[in-house]
């Protein structure tokens, strides 16, 4: 038996053993997701029991070195241990911006002192993170943006404002792109910089959303004082560092992990609708869209994993997480289409337990968000034609 | 199985696609279409191919094969995808050789195994005979008599029909219309009496025929497999050639997209690179990701063929979907951003279109696979 498959089935035995059934469910609502951090509460207790056994093997982050929190292991073991939680329908333990996002930017351009720092609070969900990126004139522009760190000694002062922070009023720290030289051309002047969001100075505002949440925030800073060793990477080169981000978010926004798990559609679209003689979805062409839909979602599942498989042979286009964000976030958006159409009349109710909360227009409503958070679908199109297929002009 | 080929697969890649780029450009489609030729492939390119083992791909090792698998002849097709070459790599190279090696009698294997890898027999595979791929729709009679059968019926777009030295005919030895019980092969050679074959000429320029069977007689020992027990086996040799037909849509449509991308790079109109306006980048970026995700969809299901059979069934018909609406989508699209040019017989972008269109049609088309996806799925 080799290496590997010694793995999987240890990994499998263990998932067994503990991970309780309670966390072997697709989520149901937001309240399901552990999100870590100073305040964090767990909203069940097998939450806790399997976020805390979780950490302690380091697989909160399991492809982290084991110095930074993280559980040492190899792409391929990596791959296994996704491939045994997708087959039993665990859910991950803990989500986290600091996971998805600053965690490999600062493994990749943070000094050894800030990896210390920040990473192993990370992996064991002690602060939760924010990004503070757009600004209400730099959206999709996100280079033109504003919010500017004068030079006070050792240290800068911070003014401005950010906008669509997602969570910033319940994160503890924030990763922010700052403008440290307003005479340098728009890409060269930009700083990535890390603070406690506890500073004073620093304040949120929610955004309602047509889903009736508020997942997103205005941010604004009035003088924020922050010592200048919180700069990741260089000084003015923030641009680097912010792109390199950027492609783990797309791949976190394309939501590769999530799908394929609970019912299938046609199912759930067959406890709504009702189903002929022969046990085929009686709304024929529902049942056509719903087999085209999962007809993608199944080519998309397939490029996912090849992806992963490129990058580890080194194969892979640095740009393609634009591809994946772009297909991913379409795709989701499709989905929610085809459960409102599948639900009906049942799907529209917005308040009551029945519908737990109008969860699914909720989520539909959502998804309107996917291709325009962590840019838009024109800006990915646009990225791929430049970058991949080297496209002439703008 | 990592989704990517390996270094062997690589190097086979390397070889089919220089042999076939060099000897069989599109521009030999097109020769062999103005000349009508009689045969509509090319004997002596398919020896070179045989020489260098192609044809013998998926024939086992002890019948003078190489052995390989569904990946392998995926990626001979693929290359055949983008030039289009004519030849019977899919249907005795593909569908022969894997129906033979997985279920026939040892002397059924002796006889033409090791014919096939050497390239000197030719097979075609006789399923449908509606206007749309129905399988379990064959009606195709074949009842006892003596010690073997008689068959009655017909059958349409037979590939290469009308070259073969062997048919592989599904035929009814039992059950109705619609059902799998019942299904059985038979090897009948195309000389027998009562067989009338007719050329079709299709629109792709590729080879096809129509086959009536009238009281053709055949022996109980050119049973391919089980009497009635044909469902089975039928319908993996069809999935191994989904597989490969999808694989060409990879190629074809990678082709095509490339020759689109490089015209958007040269053509000028209203005094800019037509590949500057952001409607064309746009589109062409949507279908580099449309043909991404499909090549890691039929890789998958060539793997998952080549790995575990038995269930590859839902894997394939994701792939042959996909392949068949992505191939549509960038013939279409390679028509339209070359403009007026496209629709010219002077320019090659139309032969891909056509043969898009006959490989969206073979072995099902994208419709059928979702359909047959939803069932499997259960709704």
Redesign the interface.
Known sequence: MSDLETFRRETRAWLEANCPPEMRRPMTSESDTYWGGRNAKFSSEPQRVWFERMRDKGWTVPDWPKEYGGGGLEPAEHKVLREEMAAMGVRSPLSSFGIWMLGPALLKYGTEAQKKEHLPDIAAGLIRWCQGYSEPNAGSDLASLQTRADSDGDDYIINGQKIWTSYANYADWIFCLVRTDPAAKKHDGISFILFDMASKGVSTKPILLISGYSPFCETFFDNVRVPKSHVVGQVNRGWDVAKYLLQHERAMISGTGERGIGRPLGQVAADSVGSDDSGRLDDAVLRGQIAAFDIDEAAFAAVAERAVDLAKAGQSHPAFSSAMKYYGTELNKRRHEILMSAGGIDALEWESERSRGGARPRAWLRTKANSIEGGTSEVMLGIVAKRILDLPGA | M???LTEEQSMLRDSARGLISDKAPVSHLRSLRDSKDETGFSRELWKAFAEMGFSGLLVPENFGGSGLGCVEAGIVMEEIGRTLMPSPFLSTAVLAASALSRSGNDAQKSAHLPRIADGSLLAALAIDEGAKHRPLQINLQAVRSGNGFKLNGAKALVVDGHTADLLIVAARTGGAAGERDGLTLFLVDPKARGIAIERTVMVDAHNAARIEFSNVEVNADQVLGEVDQGGALLEGVLNIGRGAVASEMVGLSEEVFGRT?TY??ERKQFG??I??F?AL??R???L??DI??????V??ALQTLDGDFEHAG??V???K??AG?TATLAVQEGVQMHGGMGMTDQFDIGFFMKRARVCQELFGD??Y???Q??RM???
Not at chain 2, 292 to 297: D, F, H, V, W, Y
């Open positions: 990592p989704l990517v991308v958007l790079k800019k690179l590949g500057e952001q980048q746009h062409a970026s949507q580099y990701i991404e995700i499909t090549r890691a969809a890789l998958k839902a894997a018909s994701v792939a979907a996909k609406t994208s419709n696979h979702a359909d996806l939803a799925k259960g709704y």
